[in-house]
């Protein structure tokens, strides 16, 4: 089987046979194979045994036929090296037991170097680029996500330790801006460097935040990062949810994808970002417990839009949730593949 790039080639704009799809959270708990490992080893668990590690990986690409692998890890992995106690909680999610309040608390974290810190991670990537076909993207947090986890104590519905530490304290927010995006950059540069071909970088949360406090407080971090990232020449991914707000905002960062979640049509998207960015989206998720006519059709939709321009990456409008099928995504995937096929040979 030949390397399919195909991923690649659309993020660049060039010519491609049919639309790109790959999906948040591909590897995870809608997939029996996946459930059986995780009655053994924890999440945690299973990223520090490489080879395990890129089994899980691997698995959704061989189940569902996507075009592009996105490493099995989580958003707080490197968090832990920094000196935060993190623990991942089921039905809770990231829990901390030393939140950062103070400027000393930010100055006791420490940028981890990733070879040394997390080799499980480098040899996972150097494992999946040995062994896959299509592209592997590698990932992580952006310092706003992380922020609110490691300021609150864990998730929160309204932010408002975080956003009063950015508000009240803005010495300390700003230092732990740039504890966080100088690990994110030492962080996404040993990826790179073991062989990753593309980044994402998760901002799920940064949608709790107007315009002018994004442009304040976060957009200034956001342009360190991707400008640090960009001598690497791998495409730049950036999402969030609830973010279609910020995306004019957005259309200032030297990124190369701009995510889309499923509450912003694909043609306002690109209206608001311009024509210099793809797209990757955006299906919302609940279409997977719909019946598959209605789903083929919202897929449709959306492919339309998306290659009304070159440069389309089908996605969710964020990740798979466990109620999934995967024979639904297995169908979904090939009727992407193949409807948009037809309207590319026309």
Known sequence: MTFNDTFLRSIRKESVDHIPVWYMRQAGRYQPSYRKIKEKFSLEQITEQPELCAEVTIAPIEQLGVDAAILYSDIMTPIKPMGIDVEIKAGIGPVISNPVRTLADVNAMRVPNAKEDLPFVIETIEILVRELKVPLITFAGAPFTLASYIIEGGP??????????????????????????????????????????????????????????????????????????????????????????????????????????????????????????????????????????????????ILDMGMAQPGFVFNLGHGIFPEADVDVLKRLTDFVHEYSARRLSR
């Not at 980044?199 to 107007?210: E, M, N, P």
């Not at 889309?260 to 299906?283: C, I, T």
Request: charged share 25%; no cysteine; proline share 5%.
């Open 156 to 301: 929160s519905r309204n932010y408002y330790k975080t956003k009063q530490m950015m508000y009240s304290a803005p010495d300390v927010w700003n230092a732990l801006m740039d504890k966080l995006s100088d690990m994110i950059l030492s962080y996404m540069k040993a990826h790179i460097e073991a062989g990753a071909q593309a980044i994402q970088i998760f901002d799920s949360w940064v949608g709790s935040l107007s315009q002018s406090d994004y442009r304040t407080y976060v957009l200034p971090t956001m342009k360190k990062i991707f400008t640090g990232l960009q001598e690497l020449n791998v495409p730049k991914i950036y999402f969030g949810v609830g973010t279609g707000e910020l995306m004019r905002i957005w259309s200032e960062l030297p990124v190369d994808v701009i995510g889309v979640d499923w509450r912003v049509p694909l043609d306002q998207a690109r209206e608001r970002v311009g024509s210099k960015f793809s797209l990757q989206g955006n299906l919302d998720p609940a279409y997977l417990l719909a019946p598959e006519d209605v789903r083929f059709a919202e897929a449709a939709r």
